[in-house]
């Protein structure tokens, strides 16, 4: 086969069909990232309508457990109304449990089993019935308990935890913090509801306490972060209101072991905060829901775009592909024929 030298069209056609090869490699990239946000796309998409109603009944069993919490605390000056609340919290454990019978979501299947054993009613009978049939109830540990109850809830929004870094992604996020953020509250609005009554804590708690603390603040941090403008500022603007400027004070005599505050005005502090947190993650769900559906209509109109530039490469691709193949059939019709060598070119002149 005679050699085709590579002249100046030659490296030219290489340089455009390596530039088409490097141009097809980015798309299969980009497409893979694509499919990989379209599956958490979905995931959410899916996760997020019942984000609401699971809230609704976290919400209520977080203030059953600080009002609990009370309750077998024997120095507390006054009997919370633990009645109406449980009758609060039975109505969204209904709700949402008829609402998912016909769900087959695998990350609803734990709040399902949750929701079919209902161990409330025999951590009730040990709240109502302290002491009285048998050995009184340490607040700490119907803390634990109620949080027990509380951890399958607060793991299906933790889904919506994302990796990424759309807006979407960054907002679904800040709903996971937020509500770390918020379950950290309520577990200091029980603890303090306990410390205040009693005006001590013991080094256990206290240890714990600290320890509750110091996670509020990295999901706030987080949560912070992650948070639209908008969003943002409403929360720092409730930060400069009185009621949060009294919590952080409490707060702050908390850790430094003053516990001299009246147990009915640090609940009602407390309870304020986490109703104006609630607020927040119910205006980043409505504008979560906003940015899902504009990021699938813009996704869709990227891929569509995607796939008639990958019709346009293709083609242009078999085009250099097929002028290179001609010119070098032209190439080498036009080189010249090699002489042979001069004794067989001698012996076919004599013979």
């Known amino acids: 086969m005679a050699f085709i030298p590579l002249n100046r069209v030659h490296w030219l056609y290489w340089l455009a069909l390596l530039w088409c090869c490097v141009y097809l490699l ?50 507390l000056p006054y009997k919370p109304a633990l009645h109406i609340q ?36 025999a951590l009730r009978q040990q709240v109502l019935y302290n002491g009285l049939e048998s050995t009184p109830a340490d607040g700490a540990v119907i803390i634990k308990a109620y949080s027990a109850i509380i951890k399958p809830l607060l793991q299906y929004v933790q889904l919506l935890q994302q990796d990424g870094a759309l807006e979407w992604q960054q907002h679904s996020s ?15 609005r029980a603890m303090l509801h306990i410390a205040m009554a009693e005006q001590e804590m013991s080094a256990a708690r206290y240890q714990n306490y600290v320890f509750v603390i110091n996670e ?55 309870s304020d905060n986490i109703n104006q947190l609630y607020q927040l993650q119910l205006e980043l769900q409505v504008l979560l829901q906003q940015e899902l559906a504009t990021a699938r209509q813009t996704g869709q109109q990227a891929v569509q775009q995607l796939k008639l530039h990958q019709k346009y490469m293709l083609l242009l691709l078999l085009l250099i592909l097929w002028r290179m193949h001609r010119l070098n059939i032209t190439t080498a019709n036009q080189q010249p024929q090699q002489s042979l060598p001069g004794v067989f070119q001698h012996q076919i002149e004599q013979g």
């Open 26 to 75: 980015l798309t299969l990239t980009w497409w893979q990232q694509y499919k990989q946000q379209e599956l958490q796309h979905r995931q959410t998409t899916e996760l997020l309508p019942w984000v609401e109603p699971v809230q609704r009944l976290i919400r209520n069993l977080q203030t059953e457990r600080g009002l609990s919490a009370g309750q077998v605390t024997p120095s």
């Open 86 to 121: 449980y009758l609060l919290t039975d109505a969204a454990w209904r709700d949402l449990t008829v609402a998912l019978q016909q769900q087959t979501i695998p990350e609803l299947s734990a709040m399902q089993r949750l929701l079919a054993q209902n161990p409330l009613t």
């Open 174 to 188: 800040a709903i996971s913090q937020l509500t770390e953020m918020i379950e950290r509250s309520g577990l200091e």
């Open 216 to 270: 509020l603040q990295d999901h706030q941090s987080t949560f912070e972060e992650l948070s639209p403008a908008a969003v943002l500022q409403q929360w720092q603007n409730w930060q400069q209101q009185l009621p949060y400027r009294q919590l952080t004070k409490v707060r702050e005599q908390a850790l430094n072991q003053q516990f001299s505050v009246a147990p009915a005005l640090w609940f009602s502090l407390s």
